[in-house]
């Protein structure tokens, strides 16, 4: 019987199978992943503090009933230690013993890694990311010692977190080398008046700048910053961006390159090997959202389902999880020369990316504003055509 793998169980992993059981109930399937195997919406990690969520509150489903409802077998708490294409044969590192599983078909949905900034001192080890639930249930045991926190980036996710820590009154302070928040997704007038909504709620902003030291200081920790500006502080959470995990693909010979280079069928360099999610490379793109990643899931479980199917990336407005001020962005996927074009008024923010044609390549738009995105959507050119 022919064998499909998935490495991986987080919304790439987990997605994919659900569309493809839609169509394959026969093929045999196997997920594997490094951690406990439990379904939750990675999304949520970012804003789960409001809604006063522990982590395992998060959790929608158990890799058990996962396994039942996918009709698949779950090998969490699992390592994939190599992947020799040739033989379609994966090693991995099971319940603290070695062995090898066969594939027909392989889908690489291990995600990314956060990028961790060259932070000295003797703390600096205690930088912590929120990139998976384990890493969550870890900042809100650190959350129950203290308050005070620094954040290293002021990108979508660094932005999402000050507003949500806002709401449990913690003490914020926002570090970012690039002179303004959200810096590549939206125009300086729109990203100032985020900062001014967050700083309503007690942000500080430390931008133009970064964190150079993290030491200890009795019972708490000393961030040190560029410009020598001191922050006492109970929690340093970095948010500066995730790196597509390329081990794995890069142990099986596949070609890569900011993530794991596959074309618009999302097959890799090998015939039998396919990858979705935060570490592949579409085409020239590489977008850490949500809706990409599901689209992809279904053009791929039809593929690998008999039915061959190219990925179409419509235009993707993200909303950001800033009620402070409701901002939706819709980001110019590819480096092009262009200029904003910013309306301000008492409804909110209407940015939009015009090319040297005019032709409108992307938006932001802020508070009241955020209603015109169905109409601007359709007016933006497909980020994959077909």
């Known amino acids: 019987m022919t064998k499909l793998v998935i490495i991986g169980t987080g919304i790439a992993g987990y997605t994919l199978a659900r569309e493809f059981r839609r169509r ?156 303004q928040a959200l810096g590549f997704m939206m125009p300086e007038q729109a990203a100032v008046l985020l900062q001014e909504k967050l700083t309503e709620l007690g942000v500080k902003w430390h931008l133009g700048n970064s964190v150079t030291h993290v030491e200890y200081d009795q019972s708490a920790l000393l961030v040190t910053l560029k410009d020598g500006t001191k922050i006492i502080s109970d929690i340093v959470l970095s948010a500066i961006g995730l790196r597509p995990g390329l081990t794995l693909a890069e142990t099986a010979g596949l070609e890569t390159e900011r993530g794991i280079k596959v074309d618009r069928y999302l097959q890799t360099s090998d015939k039998d090997i396919y990858a979705l999610g935060d570490c592949a490379q579409v085409d020239d793109l590489t977008l850490p959202f949500v809706m990409p990643l599901m689209t992809c899931a279904r053009a791929l479980a039809a593929t690998l389902a008999g039915e061959e199917t190219a990925v179409r990336y419509p235009a993707m407005p993200v909303a950001l999880k800033t009620p402070c001020y409701p901002t939706v962005v819709c980001p110019v996927p590819r480096p092009i020369e262009g200029e904003w074009d910013v309306e301000i008024n008492e409804q909110g923010v209407c940015g939009l990316f015009k090319d040297s044609s005019n032709n409108v390549l992307g938006f932001v738009l802020m508070g009241e504003r955020i209603t015109e995105k169905t109409a601007l959507a359709k007016e933006i050119p497909d980020w994959l055509a077909e």
């Open 24 to 179: 394959d109930q026969e093929t045999e399937l196997l997920l594997i992943t490094r951690d406990d195997g439990n379904s939750y919406s990675k999304p949520m990690l970012s804003n789960a503090l409001s809604k006063n969520k522990h982590a395992d509150e998060l959790v929608m489903a158990n890799p058990e009933k996962m396994a039942t409802d996918l009709k698949a077998e779950i090998w969490n708490n699992t390592r994939v230690i190599n992947i020799d294409a040739s033989a379609h044969i994966l090693e991995v590192e099971r319940n603290s013993k070695k062995e090898t599983v066969h594939y027909d078909q392989l889908v690489l949905a291990n995600g990314a890694n956060t990028i961790n900034a060259p932070i000295k001192g003797d703390a600096a080890k205690r930088v912590l990311s929120v990139n998976d639930l384990e890493d969550y249930r870890q900042f809100r045991n650190e959350l129950e010692k203290g308050k005070r926190i620094v954040i290293i980036g002021a990108g979508m996710i660094g932005c999402e977190f000050a507003n949500d820590l806002s709401n449990v009154d913690a003490q914020i302070s926002v570090v970012d080398l690039a002179p």
